[in-house]
């Protein structure tokens, strides 16, 4: 490939280097200089350009990055279209990445012109996450490079889609352990297991007793388990104590105990015929991430663990804080009862409706928008912000009189990322979470609000609520203020959805009924439409008794 200032008379067919801006002319980097480009520049008074031009046998960046991209892709690793010399690749199930680490170090040394970055191995990943990524670093490969990937471009990444879906727990007990923390372990397991498609199949309660553990062991096997959870009583202490003995009683196997991951050093692995059995450690009844779940979702997955691989978990192992994982507080009351807030999102242009300003619309003589902030001041949050961007006058003349606050975004225009940064920047340093509303969603009420709020409890976990429709989810949603450093990282023009396909184990849903979670209006005709379903809502009121004590006039 060659590379350089080339004079405008020699430029036809090259690819230009870097982005030229003239008066009348926006010339892109890529872009392949045509008699009409190479004119233009000329009449602008340019005389040679930086560009570059492939040589015989070169693969240009595009069709390089696509080539190596269907190359390493395995089972259930899908590429995307190649754009600027990069191909992403992302899950095509939800389950763990495996990754070829020797197989991705070799192909980066090949020749600085190819890369490849995955997620980490055997990180937990959702349908349709981004897992990998080729990137091209010039504008072509010269075929030798090419020729000497070649051994290489073999399948180095897959996705292990979740496979075992009947787990067993069995519980051992001493004199002194409090029925509730069975019951919270069985909730907070079930609740671990509920990502992965899983699910608790059968429970057994014995006494700290090696035998007693043989005899649940064997039973919830015949009954069809495919993996078993043994939490003791007591600490598993050495390979003779109770639960591994149990085990072997059963005519299992201890493949390995203790693991260099903390928390979660004392975790045990064994088996019984062909179902894995986990020796739970103590951090594993709190639902913080631990060396529990780095191991539980292999084998979820149907990954085989190795006393290799759990020796090979220390570089990493030292767990650090992140928004999933909540801290235990001394004393603490529960996180239900801290302060919560709103955040009205209303800076949008509203495009789809440009001969109106949407969020000042009347509905039943009463401007859209205010519907939608009176929801979140009949639920206990507070402060209520609204975040005006578009015409930010009109919104706050609809929203006069009410008990709110105001806060502007000067860079709506960037997108709905803005304005959601906006929003939880306002928020006091005392909110512990804020339910996110969006301005043209009038049906969803203060009930929704308030239920969505009080779901946010860090010590349990639930750090993300949603609400769901028979198994649809929609919004608004609540956030605990753990994630607020995730949404403040967002840009352009998305929302935050990702996040909770993102953090899986952090969400909690609200089960709710109606249309509310999921209408918002961005059309005259959709708003004709909100018209009509109102009017025959107060029909069915009207002739009808009111509903879960509900009065009439408030429905």
Not at 78 to 94: E, I, M, Y
Not at 98 to 110: E, F, P, S, T, W
Not at 406 to 417: I, K, M, R, T
């Amino acid at each position: 490939m060659k590379f350089g200032r080339i004079a405008l008379e020699e430029a036809e067919g090259a690819v230009v280097v870097h982005s030229v801006r003239l008066p009348g002319l926006d010339l892109r980097k890529g872009a392949v200089l045509t008699p009409a480009l190479i004119a233009q520049l000329r009449a602008a008074g340019v005389a040679d350009i930086v560009a570059t031009r492939l040589e015989a046998g070169d693969v240009g960046e595009n069709d390089a990055a696509t080539a190596i991209g269907a190359a390493i892709a395995g089972a259930h690793a899908v590429p995307d279209a190649a754009f600027t010399g990069r191909v992403n690749l992302r899950a095509g199930a939800t389950g763990v990445l495996v990754v070829d680490r020797a197989g991705v170090d070799a192909l980066n040394r090949i020749d600085e012109a190819v890369t490849l970055a995955t997620l980490p191995a055997y990180r937990t990943v959702a349908t349709g996450e981004m897992i990998a990524t080729v990137k091209i670093i010039p504008f072509a490969v010269p075929g030798a490079v090419m020729e000497a990937l070649g051994p290489l471009c073999r399948p180095l990444i897959e996705v292990a889609p979740y496979r075992i879906r009947r787990v067993a727990v069995i519980s051992t007990l001493l004199p002194g352990l409090q029925e509730k923390v069975v019951a919270k372990t069985l909730r907070t397991t079930a609740a671990r297991l509920a990502p992965a498609g899983a699910a608790i199949i059968g429970e057994r309660r014995v006494r700290h007793d090696e035998a007693e553990v043989a005899r649940a062991l064997a039973e919830v096997a015949a009954d069809g388990a495919e993996l078993a959870l043994v939490f003791g009583a007591s600490a598993i202490a050495d390979r003779r104590d109770v639960i591994p003995a149990g085990i072997e009683a059963a005519g299992g196997v201890v493949e390995h105990f203790g693991m260099p991951v903390d928390p979660g050093n004392l975790l045990l692995v064994g088996r019984v015929g062909g179902m894995p059995v986990l020796g739970a450690p103590g951090c594993a009844r709190s639902p913080r991430e631990n060396g529990f779940d780095w191991v539980l979702h292999r084998l979820l997955a149907g990954l085989a663990v190795s006393r290799e691989d759990v020796t090979s978990m220390g570089v990493g192992g030292l767990l650090m804080e992140i928004p999933t994982r909540p801290q235990p507080r001394e004393g603490a009351v529960s996180d239900t009862t801290s302060k919560r807030a709103a955040v009205v999102l209303a800076a949008g242009r509203g495009t789809r409706m440009p001969e109106a300003h949407k969020l000042s619309v009347p509905v039943e003589g009463e401007p859209l928008v205010r519907r939608a902030v009176k929801a979140a001041l009949a639920s206990s949050a507070r402060p209520v912000v609204v975040v005006t961007g578009h015409e930010a006058d009109k919104v706050r003349a609809a929203l006069t009189g009410l008990d709110i606050v105001f806060v502007h975004n000067p860079d709506y225009a960037e997108g709905l990322s803005t304005s959601l940064r906006t929003g939880i920047a306002a928020l006091p340093g005392d909110v512990e979470a804020a339910v996110v509303m969006l301005g043209d969603m009038p049906m969803v009420g203060g009930e929704l609000v308030e239920r969505l709020a009080r779901a946010i409890d860090v010590e349990a976990g639930q750090l993300i609520a949603v609400p769901v429709v028979e198994g649809r989810r929609g919004n608004p949603v609540a956030w605990a203020r753990r994630m607020f450093p995730a949404l403040m990282a967002l840009s352009g023009d998305i929302g935050a959805r990702h996040l909770i396909a993102q953090y899986p184990d952090a969400v909690v849903e609200v089960a709710t009924q109606g249309d509310g979670a999921f209408l918002d209006i961005d059309t005259r005709d959709e708003l004709a439409a909100l018209a009509i379903h109102e009017i025959a809502a107060h029909a069915d009121v009207d002739e009808g008794p009111a509903l879960d004590g509900m009065k009439a006039e408030d429905a």
